[in-house]
T-cell receptor, first 116, second 113 residues
């Protein structure tokens, strides 16, 4: 069964350092989402891509976060510089084509970030 | 702004009990609703997706219902097992360009042997 791949699974960094996360969606899925989940909370959307274009990045802290999906397939989320409050689980999800009535979002295993 | 609420935050039941998990949302103009399961430190597994025009969906021992007009959904788990212990999250989608999911905080379920 096809799955969303993410790496690394765990990342420990010091504040002010740069970190990057990678996501490979299910093959053929045009829509890719990055969510952030703080412990004890539900995930919140950071950025949504349709193919290589950003559809929604209204909740992305653009002064330190950036995201790209250059060829409309895999994606990278970067934080520079990392702050203590960025410690969270970063989840990537994909769907066949966002906006369809029956469009299930499939989630990867996540990257657990700890900022010291 | 859509808000999703799941109460209580935690629930402990003995094995074999039938149980209901509740979810409420403030804006009834949803496209679909999904229930997810999350094991500690893991990603999310989709359990059921209900279209806005549907009333319920079933998968094995799970049944999810949707009452869009009242802004409520329930997840029914029949004959609970210790392996059902996890956090269950409810999420709604606005559809179209607003297909992002808005999540509740989840209900952490513990099924005692």
């Amino acid at each position: 069964e096809a799955e969303v791949a993410q790496s690394p699974r765990y990342k420990i960094t010091e504040k002010s350092q740069a970190v990057a996360f990678w996501c490979d969606p299910i093959s053929g899925h045009a829509t890719l989402y990055w969510y952030r989940q703080i412990l004890g909370q539900g995930p919140e959307l950071l950025v949504q891509f349709q193919d290589e274009s950003v559809v929604d990045d209204s909740q992305l802290p653009k002064d330190r976060f950036s995201a790209e999906r250059l060829k409309g397939v895999d994606s990278t989320l970067k934080i520079q510089p990392a702050e203590l409050g960025d410690s969270a689980m970063y989840l990537c999800a994909s769907s066949l084509e966002g906006g369809l009535l029956l469009d299930t979002q499939y989630f990867g295993p996540g990257t657990r970030l700890t900022v010291l | 702004k859509q808000e999703v609420t799941q109460i209580p935050a935690a629930l402990s039941v003995p094995e074999g009990e039938n149980l209901v998990l509740n979810c409420s949302f403030t804006d009834s103009a949803i496209y679909n609703l999904q229930w997810f399961r999350q094991d500690p430190g893991k990603g999310l597994t989709s359990l059921l997706l209900i279209q806005s025009s549907q009333r319920e969906q079933t998968s094995g021992r799970l049944n999810a219902s949707l009452d869009k007009s009242s802004g409520r959904s329930t997840l029914y788990i029949a004959a609970s097992q210790p392996g059902d212990s996890a956090t269950y999250l409810c999420a709604v989608s606005g559809g179209g360009a607003n297909s992002k999911l808005t999540f509740g905080k989840g209900i952490t379920l513990s099924v005692r042997p």
